[in-house]
């Protein structure tokens, strides 16, 4: 990995210099909440002074970018019986991603476990995957935030760039060959001893920040164990099964597919929406069976495909503890205090 | 059963990969197909005979039995179905359909020579080749019978590879019953037919009951050779794999020996949607065909 350094004001310089060849995705402000507190999004920006670097969390992932709630897998012409199928990946072009946090970035990585590097790669997601360029950026840790038991509170890939705000300059990691060109464009230096110091007591005092936790020792485990514990009946009780978790969660990708036909019939459509474990027919089958029925018993999927079988499968979980859908949940639910009562064996 | 552990082939295990499965441009890839036959069973199952028009990809698509593949009717909709008829035919399948939903509704409106669109096949299979020199239990509850008709199809063309084969097929009424046409060529080529069914009607001579009292009859008072060296596959609903699979197990069939295939609802087949995950694992990559040991470890499985 290369390091350097640069002053704050050449942030502006690269942003520009991007723009003016490239679309450029980033986190604005896209309004104001009850308290007057600011509600941030991940927008396509062209304005450097549109940008907000310091936002606290995006109420929604950048998921549409890669995963659309909804796209079409492929088209058909209908012609006398006969029909001609045509498949478009729907991606327009390159896309840089100004300002993910690790959180955001750790969810690319897991993501790319099981739609690309397993069997079956995802040519849909693969498509705006390989188009991406990110410029990752530090965070100052909020209260939902369990990314750090996650071990997600840092990335180690998945990014081409990562900026940290150290005051009056900004440090920055450069992991591409296509970064460190992008970066010759503005003026960077080599980092000295001081700034490394001064690196390392910016992480190690927003490390302190982090409240929220949730303890992963033999989680896996411990949910298989836990499999019939009522704490389940417990917060299925309280589960609207509405699917906003699974909404803002920047891992969730489960899907259903769709066809229509064209009002003029002359066409027609495959259209992959995702979907959500949460809601009642994602387990129903013909005939009408549903093998998920019950609010608890889908709540309860959710937690298990995450905490275990994503586990089982590729040696860590699926989620990366930002925190969103607990702070989404119309019922207030939240994964640190799930695991706590399944650990606890009672519920709250 | 001697405690002593199999040979693992990693060379035959790794011929199995097909190259599909890593290039993103088969994700969507579909099979032009056409319906050369349209056969109704019963006022509800309707078996169809399914050919892959493209020459060259008819010779390559093969499967193994227990696999299912995706039947699309464009603009209607795509969903998983089992292939039931035998593997030594390529590139043409029988599926036997019920009418059940808008996709199959309208595919029992469509007559010969529609065009329709396959993909697959995909999940596991019966290990058929592991079963040679070994007793075949083949149990089948309602529609259940359809995914077994492959295995059965690889019976008749390798009659001389098994010992003893017994079908258990039991069905509600008498009317359920599917594929009655070929009850007397399974006979001839000495496979015993047992059938039950849950409610006679007047002409009705077989047996009235549950699939357990035959399956009962025919493991009562073997000996521990018979069932040592029986493999068993089961398909039903769910209500029957519990009943079938804990007398098989009361029996001693070595769970490794007894497989199950099970239903779900597959949007993609290829491991992405999540819909027929069991658990969490996927009934489209590690299944439809499961040993009973692994569907035991599956929370909600049966």
Known sequence: ?348 | MRPELKFVDVISEQQRTQRRKQDLASFEHTHRAVITSVFPLTDMETLYRIQIIDPNERKRFSFIPGQFLMLELPGIGEAPFSISSSPSIHGEVELCIRKAGNLTNFLSKAGRGTIVGVRGPFGTGFPMEDMHGQNILLIAGGLGLVPLRSPIAYVQENRSHFKEVNIMYGTKTPEHLLFTYQYDVWSKDDINLNIIVEKADPSWKGSVGMITEILQDILSGRDNEFYHNTYAIVCGPPVMFKFVCNMLNRFHIPMQKMFVSLERRMHCGMGKCCRCNVGSTYTCLKGPVFDYWTVMNLKEAI
């Open chain 1, 1 to 348: 990995m290369i390091f350097r350094v640069f002053e704050k004001k050449e942030l502006k310089n690269l942003f520009e210099i991007l723009a003016a060849h490239n679309k450029i995705v980033g986190p604005v402000e896209a309004g104001r909440d009850k308290h007057g507190e600011p509600v941030y999004a991940f927008s396509e920006v062209s304005d450097f002074n549109a940008l907000r670097l310091g936002y606290t969390a995006t109420k929604l992932p950048a998921k549409r970018y890669f995963l659309p709630f909804q796209e079409n897998l492929s088209t058909y012409t209908v012609e006398d019986g006969e029909w001609q199928k045509s498949i478009d990946y729907n991606v327009s072009g390159p896309l840089i991603f100004f300002g993910l946090h690790s959180c955001d970035i750790n969810a690319l990585n897991k993501l790319d476990k099981v739609l690309l590097h397993s069997i079956y790669p995802m040519p849909y997601y693969a498509a705006k995957r390989k188009n991406m360029f990110i410029i990752g950026t530090d965070c100052a840790p909020q209260p939902f935030c369990f990314c750090r038991s996650m071990s997600s509170d840092t990335a180690l890939h998945g990014f081409d760039m990562f900026i940290t705000d150290l005051g009056t300059k900004y440090f920055v990691e450069i992991l591409t060959d296509t970064a460190y060109n992008f970066l010759k464009h503005i003026r960077t230096e080599e980092p000295k001893e001081k700034d490394h110091i001064l690196y390392m007591k910016t992480v190690s005092a927003r490390n302190k920040k982090f409240t929220a936790q949730v303890d992963t020792t033999d989680l896996a485990k411990i949910l298989d164990m836990e499999f019939q514990s009522d704490v389940w009946k417990h917060w299925g009780d309280i589960c609207l099964s509405c699917g906003t978790c699974s909404n803002v969660c920047p891992t969730c990708y489960c899907y259903g597919v769709e066809e229509t036909v064209d009002i003029d019939l002359k066409g027609a459509k495959k259209t992959k929406m995702l979907h959500s474990c949460n809601l009642i027919d994602f387990a129903e089958v013909a005939g009408g069976h549903n093998f998920r029925p019950e609010r608890h018993s889908r709540l309860k999927y959710r937690y298990y495909h995450k905490h275990r079988g994503f586990v089982e499968a590729f040696e860590e979980s699926l989620c990366v503890g930002c925190g969103r859908c607990g702070e989404s949940c119309l019922a207030g639910i939240n994964v640190p205090e799930v695991i706590a009562s399944v650990r606890g064996g009672k519920s709250k």
